[in-house]
């Protein structure tokens, strides 16, 4: 699933080059959801839900519904 949001992202990222000032949020939050995906780093629920809201409905809605190790309650 997070391949699957990082490209929504991504495509995100790149319509929103019309404008300057969403960038700024978009291209650090695609890149960090890359680095998750290879296993770099993790992603809390506070990002996935900025994720949902700034920059990609269905792409934050994939990243709350993954199941990481991290946020898995035993």
Do not use: Q, R
């Given at each position: 699933m997070?391949l699957?949001?990082?490209?929504l992202?991504l495509?995100?990222?790149?319509s929103y080059?019309?404008?300057?000032?969403?960038?700024?949020?978009?291209?650090?939050?695609?890149?960090?959801?890359?680095?998750a995906?290879?296993g770099?780093t993790t992603?809390?629920?506070?990002?996935?839900?900025?994720?949902?809201?700034?920059?990609?409905?269905?792409s934050?809605?994939?990243?709350l519904?993954?199941?990481d190790?991290?946020?898995q309650?035993n």
């Open positions: 997070k699957a949001a990082f490209i992202s495509i995100t990222t790149i080059g019309v404008f300057i000032i969403p960038l700024f949020w978009c291209i650090p939050m695609t890149v960090h959801i890359y680095k995906y290879k770099e992603l809390s629920v506070e990002f996935k839900v900025c994720e949902l809201l700034f920059v990609n409905l269905v934050g809605i994939l990243l519904v993954d199941n190790e991290e946020t309650t």
